[in-house]
């Protein structure tokens, strides 16, 4: 069974910036891929980022430029760089991999504000 925890979260100001971890477990971790969504208050979940387990990125529109993902097969985590925050970057954000029956973390919370 896999289990997925992210950390890294908390109350940034606008411009400034936080790094997301998400730590996996289980034996599949290396043929998957992984992506980082955010839930703002009364919006959809999104995806911000993803990455193939050949570490190929892409990003949303909406982020491009100020975020990186990217992953540490050895570590089984995988990282959300984010620069330049934005207050409308607040949200939690959720770690998923992609499998049978897609795997989600619990959330971090982010919070821009000033």
């Known amino acids: 069974q896999v289990h997925l925890v992210e950390s890294g979260g908390g109350l940034v100001q606008p411009g400034g910036s936080l790094r997301l971890s998400c730590a996996a477990s289980g034996s599949f971790w290396r043929a998957n891929f992984m992506g980082w969504y955010r839930q703002a208050s009364g919006n959809q979940r999104e995806l911000v980022a993803g990455?193939?387990?050949?570490?190929?990125?892409n990003y949303a529109d909406s982020v491009l430029g100020r975020f990186t993902i990217s992953r540490d097969n050895a570590k089984k985590t995988v990282y959300l760089q984010m620069n330049s925050l934005k207050p409308e970057d607040t949200a939690v954000y959720y770690c998923?991999?992609?499998?049978?029956?897609?795997?989600w973390g619990q959330g971090t919370q982010v919070t821009v504000s000033s």
């Open positions: 990455i193939t387990s050949a570490g190929s990125p």
């Open positions: 998923m991999m992609s499998a049978a029956t897609p795997v």
